[in-house]
């Protein structure tokens, strides 16, 4: 049995968190749109959760960004290398077709380099697109007079919210197709056992790598 550091504490922790954070905005986000904003109360309890919730996601966001480049997981764990594009199709292959026929995985996470190409593609995605501009288009929504007379004045108060809706419906994709692959691992819970624990086991090898 092989036992892999993948995910120091900081990061288990920031994970998890950002995983409540995404499932009350979810939950709070399909009401307001079941609802509409316009006609909920400014002090609504669920439209206010869903603000504070939001900005908790700006903060969560942005200490992931500082941590993930203090710490120079940003280029080991999320750059694009040469490898990675020769592997993609290999990759995506194994997903959409080899898997089920019982083969292994091209790819096998290491200390240094723990995310397959299109886990890395996925994840730049999300962490530097989508939340990013979920949050910035949030923000936009905040109860600030001058912000709100500009976006009235230009007419872009639906523009903002259908990129707001929009990329919150990508971060849902992202959530259905990332829960499926937590089942992947050589368990269905290994790789969830690994962001509690921090360390994945595999039936590869005998040796512990840290």
Known sequence: MKRT?????????????????????????????????????????????????????????????????????????????????????????????????GAENPFRATADDKYNPLQKIAYDAVMFVFLPVLGVTGLLFLDIPAVRRYLLAQNLVGLVGAVHVFFSYMVVLFLIVHLYMTTLGDTVFSHTKAMILGYEETDHGAEEET
């Open 5 to 101: 550091y993948l995910h120091p504490l900081p990061l288990r922790i920031w994970h998890w968190i950002q995983a409540g954070i995404v499932i009350i905005l979810i939950g709070t986000g399909i009401y307001l749109r079941m609802h509409g904003i316009a006609a909920l109360r400014p002090h609504d309890p669920v439209l206010l959760w869903h603000t504070r919730t939001g900005l908790a996601m700006v903060v969560s966001t942005i200490f992931w960004f500082a941590y993930t480049v203090w710490s120079g997981n940003l280029r080991r764990h999320y750059g694009l290398g040469r490898r990675d594009l020769r592997g993609m199709f290999a990759q995506a292959g194994y997903y959409l077709v080899t898997i089920f026929t």
